[in-house]
């Protein structure tokens, strides 16, 4: 029976792209779309699947931080990032987070195919090659859910009440769980906390990307 593929993307058009070249990896797959993080979620949730395919940038996901709440929740799932931005940094923070392959927008159709194939096959598929491990990105990583939830709202400028009020916790646990996150990441402020979760940031290029 064909495996489900999922492809998270808010571009129609290269949802499509993919749609194809997935088609020429796993024949008669069941390929699901999804325009958000949260419909890709939905679909994961709906049953298994053989891969997802994650755009970086959607509605309601920028950035790194996506994949690693999907790993975390699917460990077994292989995540294919798929993104305009072609920065190496960033192919390697994505490797080291446990992503499967990632395919630069810009990549042409066959380049997508042997990529995926790779993955199909259980080898990992990177521009760069095998990357060096990032200790900052390996300290974040370390965080649990909810201290990651907890650092996202301060990176957003939340007071500790506000994020007890956003999160339905005390700020008795909302301070105590930055203590533990300043103690993970080995930083002692606020700030320098949000400067070193600036990794998991990913650039959006202005430029379109080419599907030939």
């Known amino acids: 029976m064909p495996g489900r593929i999922i492809i998270a993307d808010d571009h129609p058009l290269f949802r499509s792209a993919l749609a194809h070249a997935v088609g020429k990896v796993w ?97 990992g598929s990177f521009p760069d090659g095998e990357p060096q491990d990032d200790d900052d990105l390996a300290r974040i990583a370390s965080l649990t859910p909810a201290q990651r939830r907890i650092l996202a709202a301060i990176r957003q400028g939340l007071l500790n009440k506000q994020i007890a009020y956003e999160l339905t916790i005390s700020e008795a646990t909302v301070k105590a769980h930055i203590t533990a996150i300043l103690r993970k990441l080995g930083v002692n402020s606020r700030t320098q906390a949000v400067l070193l979760a600036a990794k998991l940031d990913v650039d959006q290029p202005a430029t379109g990307s080419a599907m030939a």
Not at 49 to 62: F, G, P, R, V
Not at 93 to 110: E, M, N, R, T, V
């Open 27 to 123: 024949p008669g797959a069941n390929i699901i779309e999804a325009s958000s993080a949260a419909e890709a979620r939905a679909a994961l949730a709906a049953g298994a699947a053989e891969a997802l395919l994650l755009d970086l940038h959607m509605a309601d996901s920028s950035g790194l931080s996506v994949l690693m709440d999907l790993r975390q929740d699917y460990p077994a799932l292989p995540v294919v990032i798929v993104s305009a931005s072609e920065e190496a940094r960033v192919s390697a923070a994505a490797a080291q987070l446990g992503a499967a392959g990632f395919i630069p927008k810009s990549s042409s159709l066959d380049a997508m195919r042997e990529a995926l194939g790779a993955v199909r096959d259980g080898d």
